[in-house]
């Protein structure tokens, strides 16, 4: 992860940019695992 850090600064992009990024990239995973969970939850309902 550092080394990606290394190049984007390199390449002029600033932190904001950077912290931009990883909160939508959390919110997505986040997204996933809800999603998941309700469609374990829909399965288990079934039973």
């Known amino acids: 992860m550092r080394s ?3 190049v ?3 390449m ?3 932190r904001d940019e950077i912290a931009a ?3 939508i990239v ?3 995973a ?3 695992v809800r999603a ?12």
């Open 26 to 28: 959390m919110a997505t």
């Open 12 to 14: 002029g992009v600033t």
């Open 36 to 47: 998941q969970f309700r469609e374990a939850r829909h399965r288990a309902a079934k039973e």
């Open 21 to 23: 990024v990883q909160a």
């Open 4 to 6: 990606y850090f290394g």
């Open 8 to 10: 984007a600064k390199e």
């Open 30 to 32: 986040a997204g996933q």
